[in-house]
C-alpha cells in the first residue's frame, strides 16, 4: 500500500527505453497459507537484442518480504543486489540466466486490491496496470512479454479451486493441502497474470469455435449468486461469435473462465483466459439487477472477451499506449452491443455518456492526450479520455476507411503484430497502409488534449447554400498551442418537411465533409431554406455550435432520421431553457409551454421505440447544466433545473400520467422493447411526481409493492425518495429489509438515498456513511455513497458541509485504497469553475487532506489545485 508522501516520480513517453533484458518463461509456486503467502518465481532471463548494450537489470517490487534470491542456482549476498524503492537492480549479468527469488506477501491485510488480496474469503490478483510487483520481482511493463507456467497451492477443505491462466497440467496433494499447476503458452506481460483460491460455484458450458474446437466456458462466483450467471453466458457465446464473425477472430485457448468478486477497483479485467470481475459487472437476474445492469453485463463481458486480440495477443509497447488496447476494444463492443440491441440507441447512449462525462474532464485540470505524454500513476490516466475519446478516434478510422477497409487494416494489425507489444502509430500503420491515405494529420487526436470546438454559420445566397466551418481547440494544461485536426462531419440539409434534399449533381442527399484547416466553407446547390443537420451519428467528438432557431431544433427533433441529430436538438432545446432560467431572464411554465408541442410529437411517437423516447424526454443532468454556467452557482442551477422539470411534469402531466398507468406490463419480459418501455414508464413517473401530481404517490408505492423487476422495483423507489412523497420512509425501511443479503442490491439502497436533490441529503449521506452496512473497504459501496454524492447530486455536494465530509471521506478511503480515493477525488475537478465563495471552501478542505496523501490522490489533488 502507498504510504504518505511516497516519492512522486513522473515517467515520460520520450525516455522510453527497452528493456536490458527479457523473460522468456516464469515458473511461479504461490504457496497459500494464513497470514503469509511464500511467492517462489523463476525467471529465464535474456539479453534484449533490441536494447543498448547494459548489462544492470531493473525488477520492480513493492511490499516484498524478500526471503532469498540466487542466479544462475549461487545465492546471491546483499553486496551482489541492490534494492531501493521498489527497484531491484541486478548487474554483471551473462547473456542468459535464470534468476530465482522467494518472497512472503501479506495478501489479507492488502486493501489496496492490487496484487494479491483476499474478497469475502477468496484469494484473487488484480495486476494492471502494476500490480504483479506486488506478487513477486518482475520487470513491471508491458513489452516484457513471458510464457507462465503458475502452480498454486493451499487448504483443500477452504479453498477446493485454484485457478490461473491457461490450461491446467499438474494436480496434487499432500494432507490436508493441494496445489495445481497451470501454463498459460501465449507469452503475455505480467499485467495479464491471474490467480484464485476459492470455495466457488461454476456454470459450465461449450463454444465450438468457427474452426470446429471446443471450448470449456467456466463462469464462477460465490455458491449463493450462481442464479446469476445466465445472463453473462449468453453474452459471452454472443461475443465470441461476433468476434469471429466481424473480425475474424476466434479463441485460442481450450478453457475461458471468469471470476466475480466483491472487492474491485474497477469494472472487470482481460486477465489471459482467466477473467476477474466485479460483482456489478458479471451478475445479473431480473429481480436484483436493473435492465440498465443486464446491458452493462453484456458490454463488459464482451469488452474483457474482446480484449483476448485487443489488448492480449496484440498489446501495449507501454502504458503511454494505454487507448491503444482500451480505445479499440470500447469501440468493439460498442459496435457489438449495437449489433445485439437497438444500434441507434445505443450510439446516444454512448454520445451521451462521452458529451457530459469525457468532455468535462477536458475542460478541467484532468485533461490529457488519448496518448498522454506524462504521468505520475498509471492508476489516475484509466480515463474517460483514453476509453471513450480512444473509441472515438477508432470510430472515426472506421468511418473514413470504410466497413470492408477497416476490417482488412484490423487483419494487418492482428497478423502483423501478433504476439508483440505495440504502440498507437503501428495501429494507424496499419490503417493508412490498407487505405492508401495519408493519416499524418489524424495522428493528432492522439496526441492533441482538449475537446476542438467547430462553428458552423450558413449563409443562403442566390448561387446556393453556402455552410463554413470554423475549428478551434481550447488550451489545456501544459498544452498552450493547437493544431488543426482532422474532423469529419456528416451531414444533410432537410427541407421544411424534414426531408433531405439533393446535395449535388449525382444526387446524394447525405456528405461526410473533411474539415482539416482552421476555416472552410462547402457550396451546396440548394435554393430552398433548408435546415442544416450535422455531425450525423456523431461522426467527431467535438462541439458543434451552431446558432440554430427554435423552429429548426423542432424540426430536428420530430423529423430528422438521424437519432443523434433528434437527441442533439432536444438536448439543445432544453439546455437553452434552463439556461434562460438560470439567468432569470424567463418562467419555467413559459418554457415548458414553448417546449410542450415538440415533446408531445415524441411521445406520440413513443411507440416506435420506447428507449429512444425515453433519451429524448429526459432533461440533461443538473451537473451537464453546471458545466455551461461560470461562475458556477451550484444552488441557482439546481432551482434552474427543478423548476423546468416540474413545469414540464405539469404541463404534459396527462401524458405521463397515461404513460405511467399504460406502459405496465403484466409479465416480466427482459427484450429490448420491454427494457424501452420501462425505462419510459420510470421516466413518466418521475415526471409526474415533480409536477407534483397526486397519484403519483400512489403508483410508485403499488409498482414498489409488486414489481415484476428491479427495473421497476427501483425506479418506485427512486420516485418516492427523490420527490420525498409520502411512503417514502417505509419504502426504504423494507427495501433494506428485502435486500439485506444482496451486496449490489444495496448499493443501489445506498445510492439512491446519495444522490437524492437537495442540500438536507448530506445529513443523510452523514448517517450512510455511519450505517452497519456501509464498508469502507468495499469500492463498490463507498462509490454507492460518495461517487452518487460527488459526482451526481451537485446540490448535496456543494455546501460547506458537502465539502467537509468528502474532504473526511475522502482520507479516510485513501489511507486503504489509494485508487479509489484518487478516482473520488476527481469529481472536485470542477473546483475552478465554482463562484469565489465555494471554491474558497473546497479548497481549504482539499488543501487539508493533501498533507497526508498517497501518492495517487496527491497527483490528482495536486492538479486540481494548481
Ligand atoms: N483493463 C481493464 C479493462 O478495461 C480495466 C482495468 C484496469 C481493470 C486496471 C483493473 C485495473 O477492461
Ligand atoms: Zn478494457
Known sequence: METAHAAVTTTRLKDYLPPAYLVDSVTLDVDIHDGVTTVTSELALRRNPAAAVSDAMMFNGEGLTLRSLALDGKVLDENSYRYEDGELVLSGLPEKATLVSVVDIDPENNTALEGLYVSNGMYCTQCEAQGFRHITFFPDRPDVMSS???????????????????????????????????EDPFPKPCYLFALVA?????????????????????????????????????????????????????????IYMIVAVSHFNMGAMENKGLNIFNTACVLAHPATTTDAGFQRVESVVAHEYFHNWSGNRVTCRDWFQLSLKEGFTVFRDQMFSADMNSAAVKRVEDVDFLVNHQFPEDQGPMAHAVRPEEFEKIDNFYTLTIYEKGAEIVRMQYHLLGAEQF????????????????????????????????????????????????????????????????????????????????IPVRMALLDAQGEPVPLDEEGRREQVLIIDQQEQTFHFPVSESVTPSLLRGFSAPVVLEFDYRKDQLAALLSHDSDGYCRWSAAQRLYFAAMDRLVKGQSSPDLEAAALQPALEQVIDRAGEDFAQAALL??????????????????????????????????????????LSENLLATELQMDGVAMGRRQLRNLALDYLAAGGHPEAARI?????????????????????????????????????????????????????????????????????LEHPAFDWKVPNRVRSVLGALAGSNPSAFNTPKGYQLFAQALGRVDALNPQIAARIANAAARLHRLEPGRQQLLRQQLQAVLETASANLREVLTRILS
Open 198 to 254: 476459492g470455495d466457488l460455484a461454476c456454470l459450465e458450458d461449450v463454444f465450438v469455435t468457427c474452426s470446429g474446437r471446443e471450448v470449456a466456458l467456466r463462469l464462477y462466483a460465490e455458491h449463493r449468486d450462481l442464479d446469476k450467471l445466465d445472463h453473462a453466458m449468453a453474452s459471452l457465446k454472443n461475443a465470441m461469435r461476433w468476434d469471429e464473425h466481424t473480425y475474424g477472430c476466434e479463441y485460442d485457448l481450450d
Open 700 to 768: 410508485a408505492v403499488e409498482l414498489f409493492e409488486l414489481p415484476l423487476c428491479m427495473s421497476e422495483e427501483l425506479g418506485a423507489l427512486r420516485t418516492l425518495v427523490h420527490h420525498g412523497l409520502s411512503g417514502a420512509e417505509q419504502a426504504l425501511a423494507q427495501f433494506a429489509q428485502r435486500w439485506k443479503d444482496e451486496a449490489l442490491v444495496m448499493d443501489q439502497w445506498f445510492s439512491v438515498q446519495a444522490s437524492a436533490p437537495g442540500e438536507s441529503t448530506i445529513d443523510v449521506v452523514a448517517e450512510l
Open 148 to 182: 507462465f507456467r503458475t502452480t498454486v497451492r493451499a487448504d483443500k477443505k477452504r479453498y477446493p479451486l485454484l485457478l490461473s491462466n491457461g490450461n491446467p497440467v499438474a494436480q496434487g496433494e499432500e494432507g490436508e493441502r493441494h496445489w495445481v499447476t497451470w
Open 617 to 658: 424526454l429526459m432533461l440533461p443532468s443538473e451537473v451537464a447544466l453546471g458545466d455551461r454556467h461560470s461562475p458556477l452557482d451550484p444552488a441557482a442551477v439546481h432551482e434552474a433545473h427543478q423548476q423546468l422539470k416540474q413545469a414540464i411534469g405539469r404541463a404534459l402531466q396527462a401524458h405521463w400520467l397515461s
Open 407 to 486: 476490417r482488412k487494416a484490423t487483419d494487418l494489425y492482428f497478423a502483423r503484430f501478433d504476439g508483440q507489444a505495440v504502440t498507437c502509430d503501428d495501429f494507424v500503420d496499419c490503417m493508412q497502409e490498407v487505405s492508401g491515405t495519408d493519416m499524418g494529420q489524424f495522428r493528432r487526436w492522439y496526441s492533441q488534449a482538449g475537446t476542438p470546438v467547430l462553428s458552423v454559420v450558413d449563409q443562403v445566397a442566390p448561387e446556393g447554400y453556402r455552410l463554413t466551418f470554423r475549428q478551434h481547440t481550447p488550451p489545456t494544461p501544459g498544452q498552450a498551442e493547437k493544431l488543426p485536426l482532422v
